[in-house]
């Protein structure tokens, strides 16, 4: 009897955290939506979304027609886009991180960012320009997904173990920075664009930016979060995971590709952003536990809170525009330091 | 109804393990299996789980290919207790008893009162509920291997195959599980098959022991009959002085290794 009551009152806590931080989430984006050179009252940007997404245009009286196309065109693309990447990064992560059984896993271990990066680079040097505006979100992404592609080849020759697989991405990675080197190296003028590229930012998304983000996420979290009690048993081993009633190499091949596709889609929208996906399901962990089922959905909410708010801070905020990228490190690296020494110190890793 | 493991084949990195293995494993009865290191003990288990296939040959289990069973529907027969056991994340012990239950489990349920109940009585049975609520990584790996063996035995199947699975416990514990698997082979019918190093414990629980050199069976039936000084000559290059012990009601081994002069080489 005791003990039933114990398991609800866990329930019923982790389901409070994970509504707190949805609702978070919804309160940022209203507040972040208002924040800006304009300032909008928030009850405005309420009657904005409510006006544009319920179609009742007669909650748009009082707001000026300018305020809702700034809330409505500009800011809320941006906004979503960066909740929905920073989302993005952090499932991608604590899928990494379970999969290849190292916490220090992130969604970039196997080479998708330098893969996207040199993607990005060859589109911007030569100027490629076929699906205007496209062209180098296309380029990050097969650059990404044909790295991640070379990265599992190199390392099953007869089994994929996360040792070859963490070394394969290792190799990759090396090499492909040499070849963004290289590229900046031949660029000339160009060179600061594709700087500017690595460095992340979210400014002048669109709403098809968020479309496509949503769209890969979505499809991303079902998978993931369909395989995540299989996930929980690979923290087992193969071998024990097997025993009990995973196949091992198919799980973790779909979960492979459907964390890489997210982290792919997110690094080719956005460029590269880092420590969120590392940083975020390590302070989960600590609230949720390390079972994926819960932990999955609880750094979904928390990366899109910390990376819109990096977003809505260099944006809003600082009084010059900070690349994205530059500012989650500057952040997130000395926090991952403080974890890491707490942890150690406790005998946690 | 058991297991019919024919003519297997299997190397591993190119270094052949199995050449043509044969054996039967009859349901209701505790195997030991001994031999030194390298001898294939361990893939043999590997095999009898589908973690590992045979290059050659067929494994029959109830009478259907083992290769045509789901891993999901095989983790319904078959538990096992790995040597290696290393938990990389912070689960509690309760919540790594409770993975022996997912295979019951549809997917997204939540425990039912029945598996509340087998995790509580296998923590119960191995002394593992009193910390129940520790992390897993914080424990000692002797406690670590009782709660994997509770896994198992949450898991609540026919079939418990243990890979070493006393590796690193003391001798009351190592007892003290062992009874436990002795006690489901004798009361509810469930069989047992255990990878042993020590050739008295084994001899003391089992019923039947097959020894096992380079990949192929040496010898195998009742304890008596291969326990004896020959085999544990030949297969493990020591002396060996074997007979039935009251007090432990089994046959029993006294070792001693083979002195320079017996086999006419420097040691």
């Not at chain 1, 900070?322 to 707490?342: D, Q, S």
């Not at chain 2, 789901?70 to 207790?81: D, F, P, T």
């Not at chain 2, 008596?224 to 020959?230: D, H, W």
């Amino acid at each position: 009897m005791k003990k039933k009551h114990a398991g609800v009152e866990i329930r019923l806590f982790r389901g409070g955290w994970l509504l707190l931080l949805a609702g978070l989430l919804a309160g940022m984006i209203v507040l972040a939506a208002g924040l800006g050179q304009m300032a909008v009252p928030w009850t405005d940007v309420a009657r904005v979304i409510f006006a544009k997404t319920f179609g009742h245009p007669s909650l748009f009286e009082g707001v000026g027609e300018v305020a809702a196309a700034i809330v409505w065109d500009v800011r809320l693309p941006r906004i979503l886009t960066s909740a929905i990447v920073g989302a993005g990064l952090a499932v991608s992560g604590t899928v990494f991180q379970g999969l290849l059984l190292n916490p220090l896993a992130d969604p970039y271990t196997l080479g998708v960012s330098s893969g996207a990066a040199f993607g990005a680079s060859l589109a911007l040097i030569l100027n490629i320009g076929f699906m205007g505006t496209y062209s180098v979100p296309l380029f990050a992404f097969m650059g990404a997904e044909l790295t991640l592609g070379f990265v599992l080849f190199l390392s099953s020759p007869r089994q994929t173990t996360a040792h070859n697989l963490i070394l394969s991405g290792i190799i990759v990675t090396a090499i492909l920075s040499a070849g963004i080197s290289f590229l900046k190296y031949i660029a000339d003028e160009q060179v600061s664009v594709i700087i500017f590229w690595l460095m992340g930012s979210f400014a002048s998304k669109t709403w098809s930016d968020v479309g496509i983000t949503a769209l890969v996420l979505a499809a991303g979290l079902a998978v993931c979060q369909y395989c995540a009690r299989d996930l929980n048993l690979m923290a087992l081993g193969g071998r024990s995971a097997g025993a009990l009633g995973v196949n091992v190499k198919r799980t973790s091949r779909v979960l492979l590709l459907s964390a890489s596709c997210i982290a792919a889609v997110c690094v080719s929208v956005s460029g590269i952003i880092g420590f969120v996906g590392l940083l975020v399901p390590h302070m989960m962990r600590e609230i949720s536990g390390p079972d994926n089922r819960i932990l999955i959905p609880f750094s979904m909410f928390a990366g899109g809170i910390l990376l819109l708010a990096g977003d809505t801070v260099t944006r809003a905020i600082l009084p010059r525009e900070i690349p994205i990228g530059v500012l989650t490190a500057l952040i997130g690296g000395p926090f991952f330091c403080y974890i890491f020494r707490r942890r150690q110190r406790r005998g946690k890793f | 109804m058991g297991f019919h493991v024919k003519g297997i084949r299997f190397s591993f990195n190119e270094v052949p393990i199995f050449n043509d293995l044969s054996l039967q494993f009859s349901p209701g009865r505790f195997y030991g299996i001994l031999g030194p290191n390298g001898s294939g003990k361990t893939t043999l288990l590997d095999m009898l789980i589908a973690h590992l296939r045979p290059d050659a040959g067929q494994i029959e289990f109830m009478g259907r290919p083992l290769a045509g069973f789901s891993h999901h529907s095989l983790a319904r027969y078959i538990a096992l207790v790995p040597q290696d056991y290393d938990i990389r994340f912070p689960f509690t012990v309760t919540q790594t008893v409770t993975m022996g239950r997912y295979p019951h489990m549809p997917r997204f349920s939540a425990p039912d009162r029945r598996d509340l109940r087998s995790v509580d009585a296998a923590l119960e049975a191995t002394g593992t509920e009193i910390f129940r609520n520790r992390l897993i990584t914080e424990l000692s790996s002797g406690e670590r291997q009782r709660v994997v063996f509770a896994r198992a035995l949450a898991q609540d199947t026919p079939w418990l195959l243990l890979d070493e699975a006393t590796a690193h416990l003391d001798i009351a514990h190592t007892l003290g599980i062992l009874d436990i698997a002795s006690g489901l082979v004798r009361h509810k019918g469930r069989t047992v098959i255990a990878v042993f190093h020590d050739m008295n414990i084994a001899a003391a629980y089992c019923d039947e022991l097959i020894l096992m050199k380079n990949g192929d069976i040496h010898a195998a039936g009742s304890v008596e009959s291969v326990l004896t000084q020959s085999h544990i000559r030949s297969v493990f290059q020591v002396a060996a002085k074997v007979g039935y012990n009251s007090y432990v009601n089994a046959h029993q081994v006294m070792l001693k290794r083979i002195t320079a002069a017996e086999t006419g080489l420097k040691s």
